[in-house]
């Protein structure tokens, strides 16, 4: 059931989201009413969660997801979750007036639930990449809210956001893949005593880019006070007065639980830059001449003094209890009373439409309730007796000077010195601030007499909360702290001793006594130096001096890079080149080869014409031998044809003779014996007649004959054999 | 092998190779039923892989051998959980490309060369993913190569000619490159099998390193890896739109699979740690990353700019190559699908950035959120994953390989991703910005509003989009752990 609770909490702006975004409605006020009914949803859901398991520790996890999201509810995730929605709730309803002037109101309302979810999810996350997701989910989503504006300052600082935001969430990402990869978890839990004390150092540096960077920690905070800014108002008061902590909640749970073997060195380093932070800080509120942005310079002191409280509690020789109780309840403090200054900026510009110093002044009879809002909060946040401010200082007091005791060291008593110094330095930027907005003879004719209630509602809450916190610092700290510190682990002794400290004590008064005295000094200094109306060089800025030089050199290494891979690419093309080079002389030497076949060719066909010259010689000669041949063989043939005459003759007197021979027999074989001897002797006288013709006539053929025997015997005998 | 199921990995890498056959047919008849044709052949092609799904699981490798088809090798398809992972990306970011394509190559023209093309480039990225063995491989490697050339030159400008023919030239210089250390693998080795445990070079010699450079070569042309990039920032962004998303988003990864199966089947893991190799793959990776990262930066033409994006990206691919840790292999495998879900998203937005107004300067691109919501909107998704946001899948893939750098011992490489990461925002959310904030209603440049894309045109990138992000919110990451098991399969470690 506080399972569900928990769940509906977190799902209850992100569907808001989505509705908003799909609803059809065209007017502001439904919008606004969607928005305000999601944060509320979200308040009552964890409130119920929390006090109907009496304070009991809700867990809430994705089994088996890959990106599993896992989450708690117990005492600190609740004090987180409670002042963030509560925060919300009140600007939400302050969002009706204001925005009502604005455009792109959807966009807004969007992103504004869309931040609430990713910071919610930032603080009731019970590990750190659950945690990363939403913080990336957070940055992401307030850029919108950041450039809302979109002319160009408003889009220059959200590049300076967006930036930071991003580096700031890259080296999270890594602190956490270091983490993981040490501890072999993400949950929060101290880091093995085995790690190295490289590793550690430098997981402690990416851990505190990560979340200083949100927190707005010096050297880190340069895009805060172009940002916060910039944003509709009830984006700016939740900018500043809720969304930088979650930066120092993530500090806390880094360096408070996970480095706890290297809190020496990270402790005197949050000690000495949450100092830093805190007097520079108000320092530059001081000079500032624009009211939103005095009032971004102050966030940033404020989260110096709650840096401060978290080192001086995680330095192991101090009295760990003080500081942290100090830190959480700066957090609860600063929540409040910021978020009603930037509400009272917010009602200044909605009706004079100016943030100005030098424009501003006169308010005080105008809008008296705006004006009891703002003294309130201003005293609350100076620490004045009987506002929130004071319980909150005094615990941090306590801290810085218990630390002193323990270690007697002059930085220590600087820092001591510093921390007054710091306070005094708000009171005098305050008022500063009150004197140009609300003093001065300067009349507004024009402007409405009554706020509208949407204003008036949220602020009269502001207060009453600063008057409330700050008279029952006890009871806050026996029912809000306690139950948070310990959740994480605070022995009961410890805790005993805090909810037993009386915080009406003629020191604790005195000290805050004397940062007033030392304040009305500076005041009187400053008016006497005409120091207040002066502005700080330009050229001066953090931003000037070290990030747009970075910035400038990483873009620089980027041209670099392209340069060099222009370079590559000449390099292929000068290879190229070589190649076609070479191509070339082996085109060249191919052309050579080319002519000296052309020349070998040339010769040839000219050796080939000497052949031709030769060849027709030899033609003509075998053609006279041919045409001999042929005289020869039609002479040959012509005597043949004279032999088959001779021949045909010859055979026609044989067969003549033959026929003759025929018919002599025939005679002969019919007569007697004498008869045939007559016959004989007259057959006798024909052959030796025939014989004698042949020998007269004949003697050609018997050559002929003689030649025909001759030739066929040597072509018998020549002819080859196979 | 017996089984129907063997034959899925021979009929997913031939079925697109004969579909450009019939679609190359049909043209002639109507230009609509080649249109039909062409996805209805992509969308079976993706069916067939995904079939395989089950037979992988149970069976592990499913394949089969041609002895017969080019002895003495054979042709050989087989897919285990790797291959099957790779191609079922292909596959699936194609059919997307292809529904993508109607509209935009209609506008384009020359549909009739296109498509048959897109087919048989198909094939042969499915052939690569799908083969048992590295001479099949090759032949399915010249084969995509050769067939993509037709689809960079698809517009035939003077532009577009010299990028075609620096791609090919180089193309050429890899594909000679990858065959001879594949002929020193098979001498060295007696067969070029792809399975596990077969390691076919086992010693270091002066012919194992040559064979090790000619693989670099061969696939670190087509991954785009540092210093043999140059020709992708030409060619990716002359391609028309739908096959820049192919390019950039599949075909790089071939050369991603097969310096995952160089490392992990030809060498293995130890040889490579042993001869140092792996320090030659983590400097080259290194300045990939960064240099693809860092002008991609100072890029103005948006094409371009996802192009030297994509080198960036493939540097981490080899960079979790080069870790030898099975997170950094995970997280390797992981990238492959990420940068291929959102870098075909990127081009395919860029694309019908470039179809609707004609503009391809980023600084011309201002307010263009307002007349094209749903692109532009699916443009911002796409950056996030790239730069690493949860929950989108870059997130996942960066988490996992700064895990196997740490697993590696290797802390300096997580910086660099960080700072890689950085530049990636540095260079896409202005776009994104410029697109949606910044500018005024009434001082948008675009004269007269226009109407979003066709459904036909949106319907994938929405598609693109919601995988980018789904995949880590639903309840159980089926690519990461598909991923796993092949890291798993691939490294031998035992679950």
């Known amino acids: 059931m506080n399972g569900r609770l928990l769940a509906s909490a977190l799902l209850a702006p992100l569907i808001g989201a989505l509705v908003t975004w799909l609803v059809p409605a065209r007017s502001k006020r439904t919008l606004a009413w969607l928005n305000l009914l999601a944060t509320l949803i979200s308040l009552i859901c964890i409130v119920l969660a929390h006090v109907g398991g009496n304070g009991q520790q809700i867990i809430l996890q994705m089994k088996n997801a890959p990106l599993a999201l896992n989450f708690q509810l117990d005492g600190l995730t609740a004090f987180f979750a409670l002042l963030f929605l509560g925060a919300w709730t009140a600007t939400s309803v302050y969002s009706f007036a204001y925005m009502e002037r604005e455009a792109a109101n959807r966009r807004f309302y969007v992103f504004l639930q869309l931040t609430l979810l990713g910071c919610v999810g930032v603080v009731l996350a019970s590990d750190f990449l659950t945690l990363f997701v939403f913080f990336e989910l957070m940055t992401l989503c307030s850029y919108v809210l950041v450039v809302h504006e979109e002319d160009a300052g408003a889009m220059e600082a959200g590049n300076l956001y967006l930036a930071l935001g991003g580096l700031g969430g890259l080296a999270l990402l890594a602190g956490i893949i270091l983490f993981y990869n040490q501890a072999g978890t993400a949950d929060f839990m101290p880091l093995p005593g085995n790690v190295s004390t490289f590793f550690a150092v430098a997981m402690g540096i990416v851990f505190f880019l990560g979340f200083g960077i949100k927190a707005g920690v010096f050297p880190l905070h340069i895009w805060l006070p172009s940002a916060h800014p910039m944003a509709p108002t009830p984006a700016s008061a939740l900018l500043s007065g809720i969304m930088i902590k979650t930066g120092a909640y993530g500090l806390f749970r880094v360096f408070h639980t996970v480095l706890q073997p290297q809190a020496e060195i990270f402790g005197w380093m949050l000690l000495g830059l949450g100092l830093i932070t805190m007097v520079l800080g108000a320092f530059l509120a001081f000079f500032q001449d624009q009211v939103k942005k005095t009032l971004a310079y102050s966030s940033i002191s404020q989260i110096g003094y709650i840096v401060m409280g978290l080192g001086a509690a995680v330095i192991p020789s101090g009295h760990s209890y003080y500081g942290i109780a100090g830190m959480l309840f700066h957090i609860l403090n600063h929540g409040v009373f910021k978020t009603t200054l930037f509400m009272c900026a917010g009602a200044i510009y909605l009706y004079t439409r100016n943030l100005d110093y030098d424009q501003l002044g006169g308010l005080l009879k105008k809008y008296p309730l705006l004006t009891a809002s703002f003294v309130i909060s201003a005293l609350g946040i100076t620490g004045m007796p009987g506002f929130n401010g004071y319980g909150s200082k005094t615990l941090l007091h306590h801290a810085l000077s218990d630390l002193y005791a323990a270690n007697p060291t002059w930085l220590l008593w600087l820092a001591e010195k510093l921390y007054v110094l710091a306070s005094a330095l708000t009171i005098c930027y305050f008022v500063k601030l009150f004197g140009n907005i609300f003093l001065g003879k300067k009349e507004w004719p024009g402007l409405p007499s009554k706020m509208s209630f949407s204003v008036q509602l949220p602020l009269g809450l502001g207060a009453a909360a600063v008057i409330g916190l700050g008279l029952f610092p006890g009871h806050i700290v026996r029912w809000l702290l306690i139950p948070a510190m310990r959740a994480i682990g605070f022995e009961e002794i410890a805790l005993e001793h805090l909810a037993n400290i009386n915080f009406w004590n003629g020191h604790d008064l005195s000290a805050m006594a004397i940062t007033f005295a030392l304040a009305a000094v500076i005041l009187l200094l400053a008016r006497g130096l005409k120091l207040d109306s002066r502005k700080l060089p330009q050229g001066l800025s953090l931003e000037a001096i070290a990030y747009r030089p970075m910035a400038r050199g990483f873009i620089g290494l980027s041209q670099a890079t392209a340069y060099g891979d222009s370079l590559a690419a000449q390099i292929y093309k000068g290879f190229a080149a070589v190649f076609l080079g070479l191509c070339r002389g082996a085109a060249a030497l191919d052309g050579a080869i080319d002519c000296m076949y052309k020349a070998g060719g040339k010769g040839l066909v000219r050796f080939i014409g000497a052949g031709g010259a030769v060849d027709s010689k030899i033609n003509t000669l075998y053609s006279t031998f041919g045409r001999g041949a042929l005289r020869g063989i039609s002479a040959i043939k012509a005597w043949e044809g004279n032999l088959a005459v001779l021949f045909k003759k010859t055979g026609l007197a044989l067969l003549g003779g033959v026929r003759k021979l025929d018919g002599v027999e025939r005679k002969f074989s019919v007569l007697g014996a004498k008869e045939k001897q007559g016959k004989l002797q007259r057959l006798q006288k024909a052959i030796r007649a025939f014989s004698g013709r042949i020998s007269r006539s004949n003697i050609e053929l018997l050559l002929a004959v003689i030649i025909l025997a001759v030739m066929i015997i040597i072509f018998i005998l020549y002819s080859p054999r196979g | ?495």
């Not at chain 2, 620096?166 to 250390?181: H, N, Q, R, W």
């Not at chain 2, 400097?283 to 693809?292: P, Q, R, W, Y």
């Not at chain 2, 960036?312 to 492959?336: A, D, E, P, R």
């Not at chain 2, 879900?341 to 691109?365: D, N, W």
């Open chain 2, 1 to 495: 092998m017996k089984g129907f199921y063997n034959y899925l990995p021979v009929l997913a890498v031939c079925f697109p190779v004969f579909a450009s056959l019939v679609v190359f047919g049909l043209q002639r008849y109507s230009a609509r039923a080649r249109d039909i044709a062409v996805l209805i052949g992509t969308g079976i092609t993706f069916a067939l892989v995904a079939w395989m799904y089950p037979y992988i699981q149970s069976q592990g490798t499913i394949g089969i051998l041609f002895s017969g088809i080019l002895p003495p090798f054979g042709l050989s398809f087989s897919a285990d959980i790797f291959s099957f992972f790779l191609a079922l990306i292909a596959s699936g970011v194609w059919l997307l490309a292809t529904i993508y394509s109607r509209e935009y190559i209609a506008h384009e023209g020359r549909q009739n060369r296109y498509y048959p093309f897109l087919l048989l480039t198909l094939g042969g990225c499915l052939g690569v993913f799908l083969t048992g063995d590295f001479f099949s491989l090759f032949i399915f490697f010249e084969l995509m190569s050769f067939a993509a050339y037709v689809l960079i030159v698809h517009e035939e400008s003077p532009g577009a000619m010299a990028a075609g023919y620096k791609y090919l030239i180089l193309t050429l210089i890899g594909g000679l490159a990858l065959f001879f250390a594949i002929v020193i693998a098979f001498e060295e080795a007696g067969n070029v099998l792809i399975a596990p445990g077969n390691f076919l070079i086992t010693s270091i010699s002066p012919l194992a390193l040559s064979a090790f450079i000619g693989f670099l070569l061969g696939f670190g042309i087509k991954m785009g890896v540092f210093p043999l990039h140059i020709w992708l920032p030409d060619a990716h962004p002359v391609a028309p739109s739908p096959a820049s998303a192919l390019l950039s988003g599949v075909m790089l990864k071939t050369g991603a699979y097969g310096l995952i199966r160089v490392v992990y089947n030809v060498y293995g893991p130890e040889l490579i740690a042993q001869a140092g190799w792996d320090i030659i793959l983590m400097v080259l990776a290194s300045i990939t990353i960064f240099l693809g990262s860092a002008v991609a930066l100072v890029q103005t033409d948006i094409k371009r700019r996802l192009a030297y994006s994509s080198i960036g990206q493939m540097g981490y691919v080899l960079l979790g190559i080069s870790l030898l840790t099975l997170n950094g292999l995970t997280g390797t495998i992981f990238h492959i699908l990420a940068h291929a879900l959102m870098k075909s998203a990127l081009f395919m937005c860029a694309g019908a950035i470039i179809f609707k107004t004609g503009k391809r300067e980023i600084s011309e691109l201002s307010g263009i959120g307002y007349e094209m919501p749903i692109t532009l909107s699916v443009f911002t998704v796409a950056s996030l994953s790239m730069i690493g946001i949860p929950p989108f899948n870059g997130f996942i893939s960066k988490l996992v390989l700064s895990l196997g750098a740490l697993d590696a011992g290797k802390a300096g490489f997580v910086v660099l991703l960080i700072v890689s990461s950085l530049l990636n925002g540095i260079y896409f959310l202005p776009i994104v910005i410029n697109g949606f904030l910044g500018v005024k209603k009434e001082q948008r440049i675009w004269p007269k509003p226009f109407a979003e894309l066709k459904a036909s045109m949106w319907i994938p990138l929405v598609i693109l989009a919601v995988l980018c992000g789904i995949f880590s919110v639903l309840p159980v990451n089926y690519p990461l752990g598909w991923a796993e098991a092949a890291a798993r399969m691939l490294t031998g470690a035992v679950k």
